[in-house]
């Protein structure tokens, strides 16, 4: 019964560290640079005032264990992890991440992180991108595939509506971020009580 106050403790952890984080690098998803162009994006494009659409640097969240997809309007599976730990940490989803016009060498972190629909983080992974398996994309741009944030409670989200979300950290220190809405399936069946 000790895990119950250490994954508090570790949820108020993670929780103050991307406080931090977010308040070092803004939470402003669209930077206009001087010279008119976006450093930082939400989505695979981004229209600019004047209508135009901007073909820059930017990332996408997507899905994808051997090669990326889009998120749609479909329930997003979730996945019982060799790790075990059942409804606590034992089940993941699959995310990717897409970048555009940007050069893995060149970034310092990528963060996927899974928000309920209060938009507390229930699950997060981060890779180093500089050793991440990126694969290169029929667009020219490069995909980071399988990653798998696992939930801390698959329970208190299954079946619900959550925000996926990226953010990118260049060695400059621009931030790069994407967010899309998905529905989340039931946790998978792995014993009788997984969710009581």
Do not use: W
Request: proline content about 7%; hydrophobic content about 35%.
């Amino acid at each position: 019964m000790l895990a119950c106050p250490l994954m508090r403790l570790r949820d108020i952890y993670r929780s103050i560290s991307l406080a931090l984080l977010l308040t070092a690098c803004g939470t402003d998803p669209v930077n206009i640079a001087p010279d008119g162009g976006v450093s930082q994006g939400t989505d695979a494009q981004i229209q600019q005032m004047d209508g135009s659409v901007n073909d820059g640097p930017r990332v996408e969240i997507g899905t994808g264990r051997d090669t990326y997809a889009a998120l749609g309007n479909e329930a997003h599976a979730l996945i019982v992890g060799p790790q075990g730990g059942g409804r606590y940490e034992g089940v993941h989803l699959i995310a990717a991440v897409r970048l555009h016009k940007l050069d893995p060498k060149e970034l310092k972190l990528i963060t996927v992180l899974v928000l309920d629909e209060n938009r507390q983080q229930v699950a997060d992974i981060s890779r180093d991108p500089k050793r991440s398996p990126f694969v290169p994309n029929s667009e020219g741009g490069m995909d980071l595939l399988n990653l798998n944030p696992r939930l801390l409670d698959c329970c208190e989200v299954a079946g619900k509506m959550v925000f996926l979300r990226t953010e990118v950290q260049a060695d400059g220190g621009q931030m790069y971020e994407s967010e899309k809405q998905i529905q989340l399936t039931a946790c998978p069946a792995e014993g009788p009580n997984l969710c009581p």
